[in-house]
């Protein structure tokens, strides 16, 4: 075990898996050299040549595409797309291509890996500060996952290098200074599909995705001051949903918040609360809860930027709500 | 043979009812229109008359046991020997479907017609009522949404099992002269002690209760000369009624409580709080007689003159804001629960309390000296007693004032007037001295 | 003349152009008939470009093809029979008839695969000769789009890379005149769309695209550049449209000088001229009736075909996870 940041438990799952398959490579704008934006690709080049880590130009759209066929051709590609806003220009190769070869061709995999960043709070602006996960995870035939703990980033990062779909990985740029305990065995995956319970309460079940699985969490503690028991759930993977730990919950609390940092007209919170519906209709006790971004841009000065996304106050608050 | 089932009568927000009291024992000769057993709805106690005269061959539905509208009873098998040795009664199995008899004067139009929209409940709600066959109808939502809840169905069925657990305190109590209290739920709070309104009984309060949660058992009072009360000849006064009151809850064994108390019932709250012989947690008065000299004079004289649904029901009207509330069904069970002997008496204590349409006795003074959390609550919309009379009450008193509603908040606004019953319950539980 | 077909060579493209043709006349009375399913994009008039193209290429070499991919898929050696159950429709089709005419694709041939979003079939290519660059096989991607495609804004980004990372893949523009109906003069300000490759620093070349023996020359040229890890290499083969854009088409904007200009240089009967002096027309006829043989007994295969039954696929989780709710 040691004490590291997300962006280098990412840079240590990375590195690993290179090593350990010589088909992985990485390309994206600014990965190689520079170490990336987010310094996740840090020291790669140097230790893997730029082959197979490599600086391209600005170009996502060629680049996703790029990525579906050499992942079809005996490579296993990661490729970094700067800012999750960015994804509206990959979308063609993701539900033109990949989202369909699987099922057509039958004897094709598609192992590759679209790491992206997303999410508000940087003072980033209304490009760069989205969280879309309901465009991708919309997609049938690929695999979405959100870790929020540097353990879960790295353990998810192997696991996704080595699934043979294509595997889009969110990441939060408010994450990845982030430190905890991350395990040094290269070897320890976390399973794609796997939710995990991050606190246990009886009262009303929290599901949450990436950032906001830390905001459920302080909004937990706000509940408790109440004598509301909350449970709360990360989900880590978006896409395949893990149906039996969503549904155990709820059959406890028989209450659901669904948090997303996304927008809320056919977003990601949505599907959940659907999904919910599907499946744990009989044991609600009330309506599903959604807590996200308003339907609007997000804007740039810090007061405004607050005001839009989703907090821990206002998830207690929709908690609450849900409980009368 | 013949069964004994219940049709309609005082059931129109109800398709089941709970059994009370069985006045015959199998065996037992019964006569035709003799009183056979009582049931408890929605408003009412109901009672039922035997269909035809014979022996009362078996009871199939237990006191305290909830049954559909339509569910045999019990049944008569022909006889004619008063008294008959109780031999073994036949087994429910062994007895022929017979085509339901019409055991009750069914007035009431069916009760399908009287359901006025979808009930609004959670899936889980609506799940598990099923399961332990409870009647979502008769259930009045806690939640501010309309919405039926897990925790309301659980409510019911706390309080269907209540009288089975505690027999010695529920049902009518025995000491002859004492009046009818009934308690319900088993919660280890302060139970709350609801007065009910001139002219009503303890059932008033039903829509109430499964709104009020489980902490706090309530102890439904039968005022004298109402409900299963028998009548105190010579009341006269607030204090008169409050005092076999305070006598029953003594002799219950309840020394502490929180007191609810609606109209006349108000004026009798004011009056068991004055003398001390009931420790008061809080007090909540719902349009509450005392205040004020006025009162509908007309409206005394007409309820009490009346003794057919015809000349009840404009009565009857002028006491809420929607008259849809008052059906036929409804009508028939006041007309029901009260008898000519409860009418005759009610007529005499409305004559010494309420002499020419003017509220005799003078209870707003008693009121400020009542020192716990009060609250009074009153219908914007009251045509029976003026809503202005709230403001004689005391300084810290909370009035709370509901809007389209007439002169029984408690009925045409139950969740609310349960919500106001807890805060001034809590409200105590912080100020006051001594456990909630 | 260097990277010249055999005879032998030679002889297998002019079969495979018959068989080509043949598919594509027999598709065209089939749709008259009411025996198709959706549009079909015929390649009658430009054989000679995926074909020659193709006959350069060895089983583990990739092909990535447009909408309009017959000439590609046949040329890179898809068995006839499964190309025509599957744009039948047919569970005997190469792909069980999932996925038409424009989106064959066989993995093991190396065809993957039709590509029906314009544009698309240039990043894939350009990927797998990212993917062969990084794993330092010999291979080749090759690329087939149209002079539409041209037009996409993915092109430019996808030759930029090819041409920065010298990467082995070979770009076949077939330029055939039009965009759905729209002619290049209408598109573009370049009659020559191949002068954009020197932005790209990569070489480039104007091809007969209705000579197979030129195709093969040029494209075999680009190939072994391309193995030799010396980059791409833009082949712009100039042919024509003969049919519609598809069988939805209603025709009226090709001038009947032109049709008839190009009938004149039909691939086919190029092709024959240009086998004239070293092998007979008996010889030639008998290849070509044993083509036309072929493609009609895997015409009466497939409609005598099962169809498919419909199956939820559930291989993979991001599809099984979506039951409907009971």
Not at chain 1, 89 to 116: C, G, H, K
Not at chain 2, 4 to 21: D, F, K, L, R, W
Not at chain 3, 274 to 297: H, T
């Amino acid at each position: 075990m040691a004490m590291m940041r997300y962006a280098e438990a990412l840079n240590q799952a990375l590195r690993e898996e290179m090593q350990r398959d010589s088909s992985v490579f990485l390309f994206g704008e600014d990965i190689g050299r520079y170490g990336g934006v987010f310094k996740v690709t840090k020291g790669l080049m140097d230790e893997f040549g730029e082959s197979r880590v490599r600086d391209t130009p600005i170009s996502e759209q060629a680049l996703a595409a790029m990525a579906v066929t050499a992942s079809m051709t005996g490579t296993r590609p990661v490729l970094e797309i700067m800012y999750a806003d960015f994804m509206p220009l990959v979308l063609d190769a993701l539900i033109n291509q990949a989202s369909i070869y699987e099922y057509l061709w039958q004897n094709v995999t598609m192992p590759f890996v679209l790491r992206t960043q997303g999410g508000g709070g940087a003072g980033a602006g209304a490009q760069h500060s989205k969280s879309l996960d309901s465009l991708v995870a919309h997609i049938p035939g690929i695999k979405v996952v959100a870790p929020v703990t540097p353990a879960d980033a790295k353990g998810l990062l192997k696991s996704a290098i080595r699934d043979s779909q294509p595997v889009i990985f969110l990441e939060h740029k408010l994450l990845y200074n982030l430190r905890d305990e991350v395990s040094d065995d290269p070897e320890l995956l976390v399973p794609i599909g796997k939710a995990k319970t991050v606190r246990e309460g009886t009262d009303v079940s929290i599901f949450a995705t990436s950032r906001m699985v830390l905001e459920s969490q302080k909004a937990a503690e706000l509940l408790a001051q109440d004598g509301i028991s909350a449970e709360v759930i990360d989900l880590r993977t978006l896409r395949p949903l893990d149906l039996d730990a969503i549904t155990a919950s709820i059959a406890r609390t028989h209450h659901a918040v669904v948090v997303n940092e996304g927008w809320r007209f056919c977003g990601y919170a949505a599907e959940l609360s659907a999904t919910i519906m599907d499946f744990a209709f009989d044991n609600l006790d009330a309506p599903v809860a959604r807590v996200t971004l308003p339907d609007m841009p997000v804007p740039y000065a810090e007061p405004l930027e607050l005001s839009v996304l989703p907090n821990a106050a206002r998830i207690a608050d929709a908690a609450r709500a849900t409980l009368k | 043979m013949t069964d004994i089932t219940v049709v309609g009568a005082g059931g129109e927000y109800m398709e089941s009812v709970v059994v009370v009291s069985w006045h015959k024992t199998p065996g037992e000769y019964v006569a035709a229109g003799e009183l056979v057993v009582t049931v408890e709805t929605a408003k009412a106690a109901t009672e039922i008359e035997a269909p035809v005269s014979g022996i009362l061959a078996d009871i199939r539905a237990q006191i305290g046991e909830e049954v559909a509208i339509g569910t045999v009873l019990g049944t008569i098998r022909d006889g004619t020997v008063e008294s008959a040795p109780a031999t073994a009664a036949p087994t429910a199995a062994a007895v022929p479907a017979a085509p339901a008899a019409p055991a009750l004067v069914p007035v009431a139009p069916p009760v399908a017609t009287a359901r006025p929209t979808r009930i609004n409940a959670s899936p889980l709600a609506r799940r598990i009522a099923a399961s332990r066959g409870i009647d979502l109808s008769a259930i009045v939502p806690s939640s501010p949404s309309g919405r039926i809840k897990l925790r309301d169905v659980e409510a019911v069925d706390r309080a269907r099992e209540a009288p089975e657990r505690h027999s010695v305190a529920s049902g009518p109590t025995s000491p002859a002269p004492s009046i009818s209290l009934t308690r319900r739920g088993s919660g280890s709070r302060t139970p709350f002690v609801f007065l009910h309104g001139f002219g009503a009984d303890g059932f008033s309060w039903q829509p109430l209760l499964a709104t009020l949660g489980a902490d706090h058992a309530a102890v439904l009072v039968d005022l004298p000369g109402h409900g299963r009360s028998p009548a105190l000849s010579n009341a006269g006064s607030f204090e008169d009624l409050a005092s076999a009151v305070a006598q029953a809850l003594t002799e219950t064994g309840i020394g502490e409580c929180h007191l609810v108390g609606h109209s006349l019932g108000g004026g009798v709250a004011i009056a068991l709080a004055e003398t001390g012989r009931v420790a008061l947690r809080s007090l909540t008065l719902i349009a509450p007689a005392g205040l004020g000299p006025e009162i509908d004079g007309d409206f005394l004289d007409g309820f009490c003159r009346a003794t057919r649904a015809e000349s009840l029901r404009p009565w009857l009207l002028r006491l809420f804001a929607d008259p849809s509330i008052v059906s036929p069904g409804y009508v028939q069970a006041t007309l029901k629960a009260r008898g000519e002997d409860h009418r005759r008496a009610q007529t005499t204590l409305a004559d010494r309390l309420f002499p020419d349409g003017t509220q005799a006795w003078e209870m707003r003074a008693a009121l400020r000296r009542v020192a716990v959390a009060q609250k009074i609550i009153w219908g914007e919309c009251d045509r029976i007693i003026p809503m202005r009379h709230a403001l004689g009450a005391g300084p810290e008193t909370a009035i709370h004032l509901l809007p389209h509603v007439g002169h029984m908040p408690h009925v045409e606004a139950p969740a609310t007037v349960a919500r106001l019953i807890l805060q001034n319950a809590r409200c105590a539980g912080r100020n006051g001295a001594g456990a909630t | 003349m260097k990277n010249s077909p055999s005879l032998d060579e030679q002889l297998e493209m002019h079969r495979k152009m018959v068989i080509v043709r043949r598919l594509e006349e027999r598709l065209g009375e089939l749709h008259k008939a009411g025996r198709t399913r959706g549009p079909i994009h015929r390649c009658d008039g430009q054989e000679a470009v995926g074909i020659g193209a193709t006959a350069v290429l060895g089983t583990s070499d990739f092909v990535t093809s447009t909408h309009r991919g017959h000439a590609h898929y046949i040329g890179k050696g898809v068995d006839i029979r499964g190309v025509t159950a599957e744009i039948l429709g047919r569970a005997t089709g190469t792909c069980g008839g999932r996925a038409g005419h424009m989106l064959i694709g066989d993995r093991d041939n190396g065809m993957i695969g039709g590509n029906a979003i314009v544009g698309g079939s240039i990043p894939a290519a350009t990927g797998m000769a990212l993917s062969i660059q990084v794993r330092g096989t010999a291979d080749v991607a090759m690329c087939f789009f149209g002079d539409g495609a041209a037009q996409t804004g993915i092109c430019h980004e996808s030759m930029n890379m090819a041409g920065l990372w010298k990467l082995p893949v070979v770009f076949i523009l077939e330029h055939n005149q039009f965009g759905l109906t729209v002619h290049h003069t209408v598109q573009s300000p370049v009659a020559d769309l191949s002068i954009r490759a020197a932005g790209y620093a990569m070489p480039a070349e104007i091809v007969d695209g209705n000579d197979t023996v030129a195709m093969y020359r040029a494209v075999a040229t680009a190939v072994e550049r391309a193995r030799r890890g010396e980059g791409p290499t833009l082949i712009e083969a100039k042919t024509y449209r003969m049919q519609g854009f598809s069988t939805s088409d209603m025709g009226g904007y090709q001038s009947d000088a032109d049709l008839a200009e190009w009938n004149r240089r039909d691939p086919i009967q190029v092709s024959r001229r240009g086998l004239a002096d070293a092998v007979s027309a008996e010889r030639l006829d008998q290849i070509e009736a044993g083509a036309v043989a072929e493609v009609d007994a895997a015409v009466e295969e497939a409609l005598a075909a099962p169809l498919p039954t419909f199956e939820l696929f559930t291989r993979s989780s991001p599809y099984a996870t979506a039951p409907e709710a009971v």
